[in-house]
Structures are given as structure tokens and as C-alpha cells.
């Protein structure tokens, strides 16, 4: 719900409407043609849109206008303290999105609205929305794919970016935090840098867009309860916002068997977020963002596993007699714990009317630790590991917008992050003997224990330049260079050119092609510095000792495509997209603690295409997208001893599918109101997901697929505006969502596959409920 479900009075209106022309959210026709940056704006506080269908398309053009501060007071001074406060804010959402524009690459946008009507609403896992926007393809432990990548994917709130946690399982952000949400994808500008795969885009929720309270109990199947609150508001010059979660489920990560319930499967979470804001005058904003996410998962167990400790030697020993049926894999005790705090302070200034700045502090910690099953860990892998891992990240982003001529927008500014990451792991492994008449280690029933660390403090660095030049009305051409450098377990830095043309040759029709050249450091986080000597002659000594440090990797990017407004409220759109890349990273689960390990293929590919449409109009809304997509890699050339040395051998001379290739992805869903001009609409919605199956193994790495999958889910939503008659009560809300509507088996992962550490399948039919109240 809009914070202003009336216009108050006319004046404020008007004056929303005159600040924010070039940013407000119309319909979602202009969402495809209009050429103007403002697109990527956040909807501002007090204007009204049309609803729009999730994941809509835009090839936009950055061109926006502007309002001086001078007749903004002009204004303001006819509106009382809190419409005042609105308008400004307005404009300044609107001069903060125009410092990063997405000038011809592709944004796909999801409104306040648009994440209402996905089932699930703001209860809906964050992978689960982005899943409706093309090119992303669905992966266990939450993971999402954007256009073949492996997790390149940056997160950003209110347009300043988080550096990399380390989370795996679900997300730090939740969609509760998102008053809207944009995903960038394609030949990025330069002021986007490192995780460029895709850039996600959160508005945070605040005291001036999201005013009021509301309380909302949410649960269901498999002991699903999920309590909820938020409050914003604003006095004066100052705005606020908080909301928490609790999550309590037996689904906490994917089954490991088809199933309709997974054996040890509970999670707990909480999640919170504050947003603290000082408006000082039209052209000054301070802000205080801060989250905190901790979470805790019992490892889900897979019942009849036979194959224990798969040394070949240890198969038929008597140490494997001995064993053998001591410990049951459907009652092993393996548990994670994730924890993630951050905090970005920002200052918002507009330097008279040619000039706007945001300047940041970011920090953010977070840390993953792994408790094994003691014996059953050692049973059945050889190792029992006790794992820790954390980083801390410090650092500060600046972005500056100089409207240098009517024809040339200027922009540049740098990012810049130290962080200390730790590694820690103790282990109980087998000691080996000796060696039997082939040559194959023997062990007994001596175990060894092991401890390893190490900590490391590095940092990454951007600076960037680029300047938006309209030679023609209908054409712009954006172009700069960025310089990134990395000092970290890895030391190497680059010069990166980019240019993005964006054409209108007629009327709602846009024609966009770019380059982009990508520099992207390996991820700090879950590179580690394991002492591989420690294991020699034990349980755990890998097939090779090889270890070469991961390398950053290097891009070229190109990107074309098209978008077209058909008819009113019907819109289309095509793109087509080709990486090249020399150290592509890509990482892979190895061992039992579900931590994430980075390694390269020295040489890399991804090339696809995707269509998207989209209709809206009045109570109705429909849209669809589908995606191909090929991701290949060649010789692994880092963190070699993850990998079993016949696979290193096969991949050094050959190309191979990426483990997380899939080729075609779908989406689509559509969403109607009934009584939509009553105070009692009742919303029905629903969405699908299709995939192609990622990789498995057959006689070669990769070389097979698991089964395509399609799976609908259906929401039901009924509002009252007053049901209560109270005056201090607004809205009230109950909804049933309905996800995997078919109960369709599907399996995610086959547990085969270079980097794949398990089995995973996709959640079965659930059926939840819940009621919110505004006040």
C-alpha cells in the first residue's frame, strides 16, 4: 500500500508530479520505450502507477531532466512539514538513481506492487522473485544463475554495494527489506564493477514511502512459522524504518531425496533491518542503513547410503567391516550456523543544480560455521571436520554526477574495500598404515587429529569515468573506463573500456548494443590457504597436491538486443549476449560443510538469448520470458586438488559444460483484481518456472542433465480497508499460497558433477497461510 492512498490536496499532487516526471513509474509501456534513465528511478513517495507484472523489461536510454533546488523551495513553501518532506525525499530518490544509470544494459524492475502479487508476497524468498526475470536459472542452497554465471551477482541498497559475505544457504536480504528492487544485467556501464553477471538493485523500505505498521503471521506446512513486523514513519526532518522476522521451518535447505519430507531439515532465522534518515534541506540527505541476519540449519540426511569412506582400499577392509552399519546416514547430526551484520552510512548531495554526490561507508561481517556429525562425518568421508570461516569488510563508495552540457552527463567515482578474512578447521581423519600389493594406502582404527588456519587482510578497488553524450535526440551514446585492481591472495589489476549505444529510429521502439570489458577478483571470502601437507598420508589426502592460487578473471562482453511497444500495455523484447573469458572463476561444493570453494578454468565461454513480454492493462497483467543459454570452460588451472585428477586430465585438453549450464529457462506468470476500485479487491496470481536441468555426470564430466522441470505456484489475496472500523487500524489481509501447486518431483542436482557435493530436489507441494494487519 502507497503511503498516500489519497492525494491530500492538489498542490501536493502537482508538485510530486512536476519533481518527478522523468521518474515516476508509469504504466509499463514506457517501461520498454521511453529512452530516459529515469526509468531506473524508485517510484517515488506519494505518486501513483498503474500495477505492473513482475520482471518487466527495460532498454533504456539515460537521459533525464532535472529540478533546481531553487524551484523546488518555490514549492514547498505552499505544503504543510510532512508533505514537504515527501516532495523533497521524492526528489532526492530521483537525483540519487541518476547518478547510476543502467544506460544500455537491461533492467528488469520489480515495483512495490509487483512483489505483492508473486505468491508468497514479502514472505517470498528473495531467489524465488528473481527467478521470474529472464536468464536466471535455479540452483539448491538458494543459489540463483544469471545468464551462466556462478553467483557473479552483486547485491546494492539505495545504489551502494555490499561486499561479498559469506552466506550459502537462502539470503542476508530478504524481500521484506524492498520497497522496490531492480535487476541489471548486459554490457554494464563502467560505474559497475567486480560481480557483474548482475546488479541487484534494492530500495530499501523508509519512514516516507512505507509509513505505518503492520503486523503479519505467516506458516503452514512442514512447521512453517513466520512472524513478522515493520514500522516507519517521520517527524520533522527526520524519517525511520524497521522491520524483523523470525523463520522457523523443516525446509530450511533442499531434500536430498524425492520425498515429501526431508529427514533433519529445520531451520531457524532472524532478520532485521533499520533505516535511519536526516533530511537537512532539498539538496542534503544523511542516511543510516543496518541489517543483521542469523540463521541456523540442520544438514537434511539421505537415508540407505551404503558407500562409506570411498577410499577403494578402505571397501571391503575390516576396518570398513568394523564400520559397517555402526553409524546409519537417515540419523547423522550435521549442523550450520550463518551469521551476517552490515551497516552503510550515506551522505546525498546536489552541489547547486549541475552537480549531485552520494558518498558512503559500508561495512559489513559475517561468518559460516560447519558442526559435523563426529562419527559419521569419518565414516562415510574420511574426515570429520569442524569448520569456521569469517570475513570482515570495510570500506567506501563514491558516485558523482556532473551535468557538464545539455548533451554530456559526466559521471565517475571509485569503490574501494580492506577486508580480514579467517579461515579455521579442526579434523579427526583416518591414519594410513601403509600400502597394500597394488600400491593402495591401508588404514586401521587410529584416527589423527589435524588443525589448519590462517587469516589474510587484502583489499579491491574501482575507480571509473564515463561520459553520456546525445549527439542526436533519439541517440545516445554512453562511454568510459574503469580501473580495478586486487591485492588479496591474488595481486593483478586492469584497464576496462566500455560503450553502450542506445538508438530510437521510431516510436516505442529502442535498439541497444554494447561492449563491456569485465575485471573480476576471485571471491575473498571462500578462497582459502589449506596446508594440504597435513593431510598426506591420512583419510583425506587429495588426489594431487597441485594448488595454484585462484586468478582474477578477464572479460570481454558483448551485448545487442531490442525492445517494442506492439500495442498499448503490450510490450516485447530480445537480447542476445556473448562472454569470452580468460580465467573464468566458477565454484563448487567439495567435502561435507557446505562452504563454497573458487577455482578457474583457464579459458571460458557463455553465449545466449532472451525473449520476454509482457502485457498490462487495468486489473490484468501477464507476462512471459524464456531463455538459452551455454556456458563451457576448458583446463582447470586452480585449486587442483579439489578435483579427482581423471577430471582435471579429461578438462585440460577439452571443453566442458559448466556444472551449472543450463539451457533453456522459462518463466511467466499473471495476476488479476477483482474489485480492484472497491476497498475490497481480492488478487488472484501465479507463476511458473521451467528448467532444462543443470549438468551431471555420464562417461565424461558434465556431459549429461538431470530432467527438465516445471513447477506453478498460486496465490490468493484478499484486502479490506476497514474491517475493523478503527481508526487506528488500516488494512487487513489474508492470503493462501500454494507452491509446486502439482506436487511435481524434480531433482535440482544428482550429487554428480564437478563441484557437486549432494543430491538435491526441489521443495514438494506446501500450502501456507497468513493474515497482516496495517495500523
Known sequence: MTPISKPRSLALWLAATALCSAATMVPSRARTTAPDSSQST????????????????????????????????????????????????????????????????????????????????????????????PGVAQDSYGQIHVRGDHNEVQFRLDGVGLPEGMSVFGQALMTRFAHSMSLTTGALPSEYGFLQAGVIDISTKNGSADRGGEVSIYGGARDYFFPSLQYGGHAGKWDFFATGDFVHDRVGIENPTSSFNALHDLSNQYHFLGHLRYTADSNTRISLTAGVSNAEYQLPNNPGQQRQFANPSYLGSSLEQTNYGSVDSASLNERQKQITDFGILSLQKDIGSNISLQASAIVRYSSLGYSPDALGDLVYNGISQRAQRSVFSSGSQTDVTWRAAPDHTVRFGYQAYVERNISKTDSVVYAQTGEDETGAAVFNGDTLNIHDGNGRTGWIYGLYAQDEWHPLHNLTINYGLRFDGVDEYTHSKQISPRINIVYQPWHGGVLHAGYSRYFTPPPFEIVGGTQLSKYANTSAAPGTLQDSTVKAERDHYFDAGFAQEILPGWHASFDAYLKIAKNMIDEGQFGSPIVLSAFNYRRGQVHGYEFATNYDRGPFSVYGNVAWSRAIGKDITTAQWNFDPDDLAYARHRWIHLDHDQRWTASAGGSYRFWYKTGHPLMLSATMVYGSGLREDSDIPNGASVPQYVTFNLSLVQSFEDLFHMSFLKRTQVRLDVTNLFDARYELRSGTGIGVGAPQYGLRRTILTGISQRF
Do not use: C, M, W
Open 42 to 133: 524508485p517510484q517515488p513517495a506519494g505518486v501513483h502507477a498503474k500495477p505492473l507484472a513482475p520482471a518487466k523489461r527495460s532498454s533504456a536510454v539515460s537521459r533525464s531532466s532535472f529540478t533546481g533546488g531553487a524551484s523546488q523551495q518555490t514549492v514547498t513553501d505552499t505544503l504543510d512539514t510532512n508533505e514537504e518532506h515527501i516532495v523533497v525525499n521524492a526528489h532526492l530518490d530521483q537525483r540519487r538513481a541518476a547518478l547510476q544509470p543502467s544506460t544500455g544494459a537491461t533492467t528488469y524492475r520489480f515495483s512495490r506492487q509487483d512483489l505483492e502479487t508473486i505468491p508468497g508476497g514479502d514472505n517470498a524468498p528473495l531467489n524465488g522473485v528473481l527467478l521470474q526475470a
